[in-house]
C-alpha cells in the first residue's frame, strides 16, 4: 500500500476499537505473567531444585545408608549455592533447595525410614492445595492477593476485587496451582505408603516421582496459566495517581 492510499484511507482503528485489545503492560494478563516468569527461576533453578533430592534418591538406593545418602544430599545442595556465590548470582533456588533437604534429614532420621524423607512434600502439597482451594471458594483467590498491590487503588490493594473479570481471571489461575499439588499428593502418598508399611519396595518410584513431579509438573502448570493469559485482555483499573 502507498502512503498516498494510506492518507486517502485515513488513520487505522486505534487499539481496542476493533476485536480485544493487545496485551501489554496495562493488563492484568501481562502483570501476572511476569510475576510467574519471577517465581519459575528458570531452567537452572529447576535443575537446582532436583539434583540434591536425585542424590538423595541414587545414593540410597545403592548404598542404603540414610545418613550417608542426606549427607550427599546436603553437599550437593551445598555445592550449588557455592557456585552461586562465585558466579555473584541469586542464591534462592539452592537455599529453597536446602531447606527442603533438611526438614526432610529430620524426618528420616527421626524415623529412620529413608521414605519418610519424602513426608514433608507430601505434606506441603496438600495444605498447600487445601489453603489455595479455599482462597478460591472464599473469593480470595490466592494469585489475586499475590498482583494485588498492583491493581487498582495504591492505598487500597483490596479494590481488585471489586472487578469482577479480575477475580475470575485469579481463580482460573489459582486452580491452576492447585491441580500440581493434587497430583503429587495422589501419585506420591500411595507409593510413600507402601514403602513405609512394607507392601513393596517404592522408594525408587518415590525418589523419581518427586523429581519428576517437582519443577517439570510446574513448569506444565505454569504454561497452562500462560495459556490462559494470552487468551484473555483484562486492563489494570486506573489508578488515582494516574488520573492527575
Partial sequence: MTEQQ???????????????????????EALVRSQLAKA?????????????????????????D?????????????????????????????????FGIGIAAVFAMRSGNAADAFL????????YAVVLGLSVLVRWPAIGLMIGPFIGHREDFTS????????????????LLVLPC??????QYPLWAAATYGEADTFAALGLSKVAMGWPLQVAAFAAMVWVLARGRTPLAERPADRD
Fill in 120 to 127: 514433608p512434600g507430601i505434606i506441603y502439597n496438600a495444605v
Fill in 40 to 64: 519459575l527461576g528458570g531452567k537452572r533453578g529447576m535443575v537446582e531444585a532436583a539434583v540434591p533430592t536425585l542424590t538423595f534418591t541414587v545414593s540410597y538406593i545403592i548404598a542404603s
Fill in 160 to 175: 481488585w476485587r471489586e472487578n469482577p473479570a479480575v477475580v475470575s481471571l485469579a481463580s482460573k489461575l489459582t486452580w
Fill in 6 to 28: 494510506r492518507a486517502e484511507e485515513g488513520p487505522g482503528p486505534e487499539p481496542g476499537e476493533t476485536g480485544r485489545p493487545e496485551v501489554t503492560e496495562e493488563t492484568v
Fill in 182 to 187: 493434587v497430583i503429587r499428593v495422589a501419585v
Fill in 66 to 98: 540414610l545418613r550417608l545418602s542426606i549427607v550427599l544430599g546436603v553437599v550437593a545442595a551445598v555445592l550449588l549455592g557455592v557456585l552461586r556465590l562465585v558466579q555473584r548470582s541469586s542464591v534462592q533456588y539452592v537455599v529453597t533447595s536446602l
